[in-house]
């Protein structure tokens, strides 16, 4: 019955993992495809603004073209400094705010108004100019066209003055206007810019929600998984310690009946070899009983300074005999531990698996250290290794790969080494055997 329980409870748990992750990433792609479709949505919109903007300042630019064809008479050449001031007048509530007319040379002949940046220090070129483009200068609109010359009444009086244009072949494309206005609707674009700025932060918003939401969902599936392992454990230690305790005592009248027998029988007899069977299972027993109460008891730690090195080589000597390579170089004086407990059911439980794991030409190795303000220990075998994928299992309860043990030598370790505030993890180690790795925080 105890090797059933675990593996319904870790089904229900795979099941109820299963499910979470589900949930999880139905949350996550949810979550996400709304974003992208917020500040996507946002940016159709805004690159639409843009474009009706963009529409409106050429059409508005070609409406005050027209507007001054008509005021500079026939072929455009009797354009003067007066009619340009009146038509600047005429149409500055519909936006307009700077006129001006520039020669081959890009000297300004004629001009009304203030410009936002002057001519000579843009980087417009008399061919692009001539292309009739519409671009922001500061907050205004900048359009420019061509034109024909001015007379030489108009040129004569030029702002500022300078050299008259000679007349030759393309000359009229050479002669330009510039005029700068307002935009007809600049809260369009920047309502539709607001409206992207909003929909960005809204999606990251959103989208760190969802990884909140990942990541506490992840936290409290941690805690539950913790909390369900904690109340087994807690069912399967009441169990052991009430099978440990109704079980020693019968054993130990069994155990000393038969050794008494084993005592009368002669040396080599098939009822001495029985009897001698029944002590060694009952020897057996015994182990199972002291690991069952190992595993449930819960009192209190004992912790004192001990010297990490000292309690090392003590289980070393106890436990494997000598039989392992030590290295404790580097390791702090001092530490707070549960001497009895740490070294029976930690130290000297994983020095001896250690040394049934390894041939006798490779001893295993043991260490201890120091490493980020934690205290560590390694012991490492030269055997088989762990079996893969079971890194984790061996420290349940009951579990082994071993057809005399009790699976419970590794789950008491961990069980003391949690007690002290600490984790244990085992892997395979790079060239062969298996690593384990106990690290105690300091108290």
């Not at 909140?212 to 936290?219: A, D, G, N, V, Y």
């Not at 530490?335 to 407990?341: F, I, Q, T, V």
Request: net charge neutral.
């Amino acid at each position: 019955m105890p090797n059933e329980l675990p593996g319904v409870s870790n089904v229900s748990q795979s099941g109820s993992m299963r499910r979470a992750n589900q949930v999880r990433w139905a949350w996550l792609v949810t979550t996400l495809t709304l974003a992208v479709a917020l500040v996507g949505g946002s940016w159709v919109s805004y690159r639409g603004a843009v474009a009706a903007g963009t529409t409106l300042n050429r059409g508005q630019a070609d409406q005050f073209e027209f507007a001054l064809r008509a005021v500079s008479g026939p072929g455009g050449s009797q354009l003067d400094s007066a009619k340009l001031h009146a038509f600047l007048e005429e149409h500055r509530a519909a936006g307009l705010r700077y006129i001006a007319v520039v020669d081959p040379n890009g000297i300004v002949a004629l001009s009304a108004g203030q410009p936002e940046i002057p001519l000579s220090m843009t980087a417009h070129t008399s061919e692009e100019l001539s292309g009739h483009p519409v671009v922001q200068v500061g907050k205004r609109m900048r359009a420019s066209f061509p034109r024909p010359p001015l007379s030489r009444d108009a040129t004569e009086r030029r702002e500022p003055p300078g050299p008259a244009p000679g007349p030759g072949p393309g000359s009229r494309r050479s002669w330009h206007q510039v005029i700068e206005f307002e935009p007809a609707a600049p809260e369009l674009v920047e309502g539709a810019g607001r409206t992207l700025v909003l929909a960005a932060a809204g999606a990251t918003i959103l989208t760190i929600a969802s990884l909140l939401f990942w990541r506490t969902s992840r936290r409290y599936d941690a805690a539950r998984l913790r909390l369900e392992e904690q109340r087994r454990l807690t069912i399967l230690g009441e169990m052991s310690a009430v099978l440990a305790h109704e079980i020693r005592n019968p054993l130990a009248s069994l155990k000393g009946h038969a050794q008494l027998l084993t005592e009368r029988l002669g040396e080599g007899t098939q009822e001495r070899r029985k009897a001698d069977r029944i002590v060694d299972e009952a020897k057996r027993l015994e182990v199972l009983t002291s690991d069952l109460l190992d595993f449930a008891r819960s009192g209190p730690m004992d912790m004192r300074a001990e010297s990490p090195a000292e309690v090392l080589l003590a289980s070393v000597e106890d436990a494997a005999q000598g039989k392992i390579n030590v290295d404790v170089t580097q390791a702090p004086t001092t530490w707070l531990l549960d001497r009895r407990r740490f070294s029976h059911a930690v130290l000297a439980n994983l020095l001896r698996n250690a040394v049934q794991a390894s041939p006798a030409a490779r001893p295993p190795e043991a260490r201890v250290f120091s490493e980020n303000g934690n205290l560590v220990f390694t012991i490492r075998d030269h055997g088989p290794g762990l079996p893969h994928g079971q890194e984790e299992r061996i420290f349940d309860p009951f579990f082994t790969t071993r057809t005399t043990g009790t699976g419970l030598g590794l789950p008491v370790a961990r069980r003391i080494v949690e007690l002290h505030g600490g984790i244990i993890s085992a892997a395979n180690a790079d060239g062969g055997g298996a690593v384990f790795r106990i690290e105690l925080p300091r108290a």
